[in-house]
């Protein structure tokens, strides 16, 4: 089981982005950092989603901004096994790291 970072991604603008899957058989409780390298605000969305296309009702995040050589961290994600944290920008620029632990459920 991992634990530390747990994923990470160079986010492209308007293009969904998994940043972590939880393995079969396991939970895992994460925190999120978004970090805007750029120096213009940009917007995010996050999701917990069953797929790479989150629908409506998975985001935890939606359109929150998120200033210039900022950081959004969302913590305390617990994630059943199969969960995709998917995560949108509307710039490029933007660094996501997930950093958690995964736990066996059996």
Do not use: H, W
């Not at 390298?37 to 790479?52: D, Q």
């Not at 950093?99 to 459920?105: D, L």
């Amino acid at each position: 089981m991992a634990t530390g970072r747990l994923g990470t991604a160079n986010l492209l603008a308007g293009t969904n982005a998994t940043v972590y899957t939880v393995p079969a058989t396991t939970f895992a409780v994460v925190t999120l950092s978004l970090c805007n390298r750029s120096n213009s605000a940009i917007t995010a969305r996050v999701s917990l989603s069953t797929t790479a296309t989150p629908t409506a009702d998975e985001f935890v995040e939606y359109d929150t901004e998120i200033m210039p050589k900022g950081v959004l961290e969302r913590t305390g994600l617990v994630m059943q096994a199969g969960l995709n944290l998917v995560v949108q920008t509307s710039s490029a620029n933007v660094s996501a790291v997930a950093i958690g632990i995964e736990t066996p459920t059996a």
